[in-house]
């Protein structure tokens, strides 16, 4: 793999799931995704398609427990992937915003990837799935990327009433802010911080 070539693969295995994810940050939006959770493929193909990421998830997991684990498992390795294939962080925006409106909904995510892992998630559903998918897992699974990634994630449904529309605004609005964020300025030297490291 050449040196510029920012791209990562990572497998983990555990008793409750087993997930392998490769991607590439300079990709052009291909993805193959199966998670045995059809609206979480649907929503993780939006974030590839509008974030220009090229992604691979296989997954398989507990879920005649419950969706939890495979969805969370899969935004830590997903997080550790992206941490990897950013690299030393040379060159890059660092800080991606994007407003998606959806119909009659509007989300704002903003990011940073800064190294320093938070996420501030504000949004309420008014229901508790959308097809076999946990509604409430959307808070969870974007806590594992930000907290494994190392980036400040906020997120907002800033309105809406549809809860499909709102889970699918957020995922967009993250693809966008994201390829945003780790896009590379020629003008940028070493990385986007006064201290030189980030």
């Known amino acids: 793999m050449r040196k510029d070539m920012r791209k990562s693969e990572i497998e983990r295995n555990t008793s409750e799931t087993s997930i392998k994810i490769s991607l590439d940050l300079d990709g052009t939006g291909k ?90 998630f504000d949004g309420e559903f008014t229901c508790d799935k959308l097809g076999d998918f946990d509604v409430e897992m959307v808070e969870e699974f974007f806590r594992a990327v930000a907290f494994n990634a190392g980036i400040t994630l906020h997120l907002k449904i800033m309105y809406g009433k549809n809860n499909h529309h709102m889970v699918e605004a957020l995922f967009k609005a993250f693809g966008r802010a994201f390829r945003e964020a780790v896009s590379k300025d020629s003008k940028i030297k070493g990385v986007m911080s006064t201290k030189g490291v980030l």
């Open 31 to 120: 993805y193959d995704i199966n998670t045995g959770i059809g609206f979480f493929d649907h929503m993780l193909s939006l974030t590839c398609k509008h974030g220009l990421l090229d992604l691979d998830i296989q997954a398989k997991g507990d879920l005649e427990v419950d969706s939890h684990h495979t969805i969370e498992d899969i935004g830590i390795v997903l997080g550790e992937c992206i941490e990897k294939a950013i690299g030393d962080k040379k060159g890059i925006k660092r800080y991606g915003t994007s407003f998606l409106p959806m119909d009659e909904t509007l989300a704002l995510a903003s990011l940073d990837i800064s190294g320093r892992p938070f996420l501030v």
